[in-house]
C-alpha cells in the first residue's frame, strides 16, 4: 500500500473525530485515540488536524482520559492494542512467501523444529505471516496430543509453520500429506520442513487445487488396520470459502477415518461465511459430525461414521 493509499483510506475514516468542546462517549475517546496514534506514526491527516489542532483540541480531552484510564484500564489497553495492531496491518502490506522464507531459513538453527518455530514467531513480530502463531499453534499442539494421529492431511501449506508444528509430535510411523496450490510456495515450504531435520519418508508435498488432489490422494496412502485408507486428522489453512466442500469431497472419497477424525478448520476472519456453513453441515448431520472444541479463529470438527458407533455399542454391551 503506496503513501497516497494510506493517506485517502484515513482520510475516509475520521468523520467521528471530535472537535474542540465536543462531548464525546468513552468510545469516541478511544476511537480519536487510536486516530492520533495513526496520525503520529504515519503523518497523514486531514487539513484541519495539523498538529497545534491536535494539541487544543486534545486539552479538553486531558480529565476524561485519565477518568476513562482509572476506570477502564483493561478497556483502554486492549483497545489500544486493537489500534496498534490495526494500524501495523494497514502499514505492513501483503504476506511475502519469499521473505518469510528467507528470514526463517537464515535465522533458525538447521535440524531443530523448535528453533524454525521460534523464527517464524519472530518474522511475524514485525512482518505480515500467514503461519498460525504460537496462541493457536499451542491449541493445535493439544488437539495432537489428544488425537495422537498417524496419518495427517493438511490444505494449505504456505511456508511450512503448521508443518512443521505438526510432525514434531508424530511418531516414528507418522506421516504428513500436504497440499498447496502456490507451486513457488510449495517450494519454499517443502525446503523449510527439510531445514527443520524431516525427511521425505515423513511427509509429502503434493502441488494442486484441493479439488484436484483430493481425488487422488488414495494413491499416497496404504491402508492400515487404525485408520484403514483415510486420515485421523486434518488441517484446513486454504481458502475458507473451499472448507465446506473439500470437508465433504474428503468423506465422499472416504478418505477420513471412519472410526474418527478430527478436522481442525482455521478461520482469520470470524465473520466468514464459511464458518457458518460448517456450523449447518453439523447440526444437520449430528449422525456423523460435531464440534469438539472451538477457540477463538480455530474449530474442531469431529468425524465419525454411524456404523462405527453402533459397532462400538455394541462390543460395550
Known amino acids: 500500500m503506496n503513501k497516497a493509499s494510506i493517506k485517502q483510506h484515513i482520510q475516509a475514516s475520521t468523520s467521528w473525530i471530535p472537535t474542540k468542546g465536543q462531548v464525546v462517549d468513552f468510545s469516541t475517546l478511544l476511537l480519536y485515540l487510536q486516530y492520533c496514534s495513526v496520525q503520529a506514526v504515519t503523518g497523514f491527516a486531514p487539513a484541519i488536524m495539523n498538529s497545534w489542532v491536535v494539541a ?44 518469510t522464507h528467507a528470514f526463517v531459513f537464515s535465522q533458525c538453527t538447521h535440524g531443530k ?9 519472530l518474522y511475524a513480530d514485525t512482518h505480515p505471516s500467514a503461519s498460525i502463531g504460537p496462541r493457536m499453534g ?13 496419518r495427517v492431511l493438511e490444505l494449505g501449506t504456505h511456508c511450512g509453520y503448521s508443518a512443521v508444528s505438526l510432525l514434531r509430535l508424530l511418531p516414528p510411523a507418522g506421516r504428513l500429506i500436504t497440499v498447496e496450490q502456490d507451486p513457488q510456495v510449495a517450494d519454499l515450504g517443502e ?14 508435498v503434493l502441488t494442486g487445487k484441493s479439488c484436484e488432489v483430493i481425488p487422488q490422494l488414495h494413491s499416497y496412502l496404504e491402508p492400515t ?12 489453512d486454504h481458502d475458507p470459502s473451499l472448507y ?3 470437508l465433504l469431497a474428503l468423506e465422499r472419497e472416504e478418505l477420513l477415518c471412519p472410526s474418527g477424525c478430527s478436522v481442525v478448520v482455521i478461520f482469520r476472519n470470524h465473520r466468514d461465511k464459511s ?25 474442531e470438527i469431529f468425524f465419525e461414521m454411524q456404523s462405527t458407533k453402533a459397532g462400538s455399542s455394541n462390543m460395550t454391551h
Request: aromatic share 6%; charged share 25%; proline share 3%.
Open 138 to 150: 499451542e491449541a493445535l499442539d493439544e488437539v495432537v496430543r489428544r488425537v495422537r494421529p498417524t
Open 56 to 99: 487544543v483540541t486534545s486539552v479538553p480531552l486531558l480529565p476524561a482520559v485519565v477518568v476513562a484510564f482509572t476506570h477502564h484500564s483493561h478497556t483502554v489497553a486492549k483497545r489500544c492494542c486493537d489500534g496498534v495492531a490495526w494500524m501495523l496491518r494497514l502499514l505492513r502490506g501483503n504476506v511475502c512467501p519469499r521473505s
Open 275 to 299: 464458518l457458518e456453513e460448517l456450523k449447518e453441515l453439523v447440526r444437520n448431520r449430528q449422525d456423523c459430525y460435531r464440534i469438539k472444541s472451538q477457540l477463538d479463529g480455530m474449530m
Open 244 to 246: 465446506l466442500l473439500d
Open 113 to 121: 523444529a523448535e528453533s524454525v518455530l521460534e523464527a517464524f514467531d
Open 225 to 236: 488396520q487404525e485408520t484403514g485408507g483415510g486420515f485421523d486428522l486434518v488441517l484446513m
Open 191 to 204: 525446503e523449510i520442513i527439510l531445514v527443520a531435520g524431516f525427511k521425505h519418508a515423513h511427509f509429502q
